[in-house]
Antibody, heavy 130, light 111 residues
Framework: QVQLQESGPGLVKPSQTLSLTCTVS??????????WSWIRQPAGKGLEWIGR???????NYNPSLKSRVTISVDTSKNQFSLKLSSVTAADTAVYYC??????????????????????WGKGTTVTVSS | QSVLTQPPSASGTPGQRVTISCSGS????????VNWYQQLPGTAPKLLIY???QRPSGVPDRFSGSKSGTSASLAISGLQSEDEADYYC????????????FGGGTKLTVL
């Protein structure tokens, strides 16, 4: 079964760029109609969706983070990555990667989206501190 | 401030039925389906319910979901001690080019 593993520096200095990679194993990142997402969770707080990428390169970002976020994919390495620029202490969190399944349902009178994250990595802690 | 609104806490005794609510708006729950995630202490979130009321393989049928208008609910029947966890609702939001929104989470305590 597909497994995800986050990796990257656990400590980043303020104003620098946080860079994380998620390695997909047990399946090809290019197979199926999947998006690949990043989510974060500050200690003791709730989940915040950061953004996602499709293997075509198409992306969606959280509007509140969009100006600082870049998500990319490397299909040859079966990986996708997150870059978050100009970090502050508020970016300290556990960062998760996840597989995102999406289906658009078109009915005669309406269209709606089924969109959910069914496989998650274990998470990696990133601390922003000098 | 989360886009989706959940009660911060809920509780019940073993065997009881508890429900957790999730309130949104026309651009998210009102337009798209709702998912629920369970996060046991110290672990990554796990998909519990997707597409309003569908259970992934392996999720006990004690867990059920429903949606009406711009609100959704997660029900847990036959409450067990191992159900003590944080529960998050989530949905796709059509505004601002589209993005995923989460509720603030509900901490369920089994008394």
């Amino acid at each position: 079964q597909v497994q995800l593993q986050e990796s990257g520096p656990g400590l980043v200095k303020p104003s620098q760029t946080l860079s994380l990679t998620c390695t997909v194993s047990g399946g090809s990142i290019s197979s199926g109609s999947y998006y690949w997402s990043w989510i974060r969770q500050p200690a003791g707080k709730g989940l915040e969706w950061i953004g996602r990428i499709y293997t075509s390169g198409s992306t969606n970002y959280n509007p509140s983070l969009k100006s600082r976020v870049t998500i990319s994919v490397d299909t040859s390495k079966n990986q996708f990555s997150l870059k978050l620029s100009s970090v502050t202490a508020a970016d300290t969190a556990v960062y998760y990667c996840a597989r995102d399944r999406r289906k658009t349902i078109n009915l005669p009178v309406t269209t709606y989206v089924i969109d959910y994250m069914d496989v998650w990595g274990k998470g990696t802690t990133v601390t922003v501190s000098s | 401030q989360s886009v989706l609104t959940q009660p911060p806490s809920a509780s019940g005794t073993p065997g009881q039925r508890v429900t957790i609510s999730c309130s949104g708006s026309s651009s998210n729950i009102g337009s798209n389906t709702v998912n629920w995630y369970q996060q046991l202490p110290g672990t990554a979130p796990k998909l519990l319910i997707y597409s309003n009321n569908q259970r992934p393989s392996g999720v006990p049928d004690r867990f059920s979901g429903s949606k009406s208008g711009t609100s959704a609910s997660l029900a847990i029947s036959g409450l067990q001690s191992e159900d003590e966890a944080d529960y998050y609702c989530a949905a796709w939001d059509d505004s601002l080019n589209g993005h995923v929104v989460f509720g603030g989470g509900t901490k369920l305590t089994v008394l």
